[in-house]
Each structure stands twice: as structure tokens, then as C-alpha cells.
């Protein structure tokens, strides 16, 4: 069993008879009844997508999803290819399938990933936790501001776009956090 602290992107739990899988984490709000933690989800079987919000005491039952470790081999358009690191199969997930995970990887990444499968079917995938990416682009950085408290929007590499520290200049290597896509720090490899 499933509580909702323990649902991040890319979990899948059984939800009125449904399985679902977590696309993206839209935040959570609290209130009288207590915590609510709104979700963008897909079904598993139909393929169509909602936004849901569950309360914080909601208990759910795990889908029982297969694994293999993976590597991006190339992106064409909007789907992105993987190959089975046992097999040498060629696996192929939509950017819809990948959510916001897939602003997160690119065929030049030197970590496996790992592909879930329910029913034989490609439904998702399993990144690192923290994942390092380059800024392609930020406004300049402000000299003297390293508390970190501000943040400006910045371009990844992948295209995706992050919140950063004032700090934080254009061609910089960063670490983020896939399961929110927060800034971590800057990438101590050069």
C-alpha cells in the first residue's frame, strides 16, 4: 500500500479501479481538511490524462510494474528511442509518456535510465534522482548574490525551463532535482 507522501513522478498506484502513473507534481495546498497533493497522472490503459487531487491520509495499491535498465540512444521529434542494455531492443516512449522526466535526459548522458512496463506495454520511465544539466540559457548573473534566495528562470539544455539562483550564469553545468526539477547546485565536474 501506497500513502500520498509516497507518490512522486513516474509511481504507479491503482486509483478507482485505474491504474495510474504520475506524470507531474503540481504542488500541494493545504487547508482545513488538511493537506492535498494535486497530481497531473495518465491511465496505464487508455492512455488519457487528468489532474488529481488526493488528501494526505489516502492509502492506494501498488501497480505491479516490470523494469529494465535502458540507455537514450537518439531523439526523433517527439519520441525518444531506448535501448535494453541486455537485449540491444529498441524501446520507444513519446514525450507524453515521459512527462516531465523527459526534459531531464538527452542521448549524450552517460547514466542508465530505467524503462517500467505493465502488461508488456512501455509506460514510463526512472531517472537518478539528481541529474546534472547544462544552462543554455539565463539572464546574467548578479555579482555578490549567493544566498540563493532569489530565482530567475533558465534553459536547459533539453530545453526545459528551471528556477535558478541569481548566480547562476549561461553555459554553467547545474545538478537538479528530477522529482520536483529544483535547483541543487552547481555540477562540481568541469
Known sequence: ???????????????????????????????????????????????????????AGEKFDEVDLDEKKVKLSYIDGDDFHFMDQETYDDVVLSREDLGDNAGYISP???????????????????????????????????KGDTSGKSLKPATLDTGMEVKVPLFINQDERIVIDTRDGSFVERAKDK
Open 1 to 55: 500500500m501506497l500513502s500520498t507522501n509516497e507518490i512522486r513522478v513516474g509511481t504507479a498506484f491503482m486509483y478507482e479501479g485505474a491504474p495510474l502513473i504520475v506524470q507531474r507534481m503540481l504542488g500541494q495546498k493545504s487547508g482545513r481538511a488538511g493537506i492535498v497533493t494535486k497530481l497531473r497522472v495518465k491511465n496505464i490503459v487508455t492512455g488519457g490524462t487528468q489532474d488529481l487531487g488526493l488528501d
Open 108 to 142: 549524450d548522458d552517460d547514466y542508465d535510465v530505467s524503462i517500467t512496463f505493465y502488461d508488456g506495454k512501455a509506460v514510463g520511465v526512472n531517472l537518478p534522482v539528481q541529474v546534472t544539466r547544462t544552462v543554455t540559457y539565463c539572464e546574467p548573473g548578479v
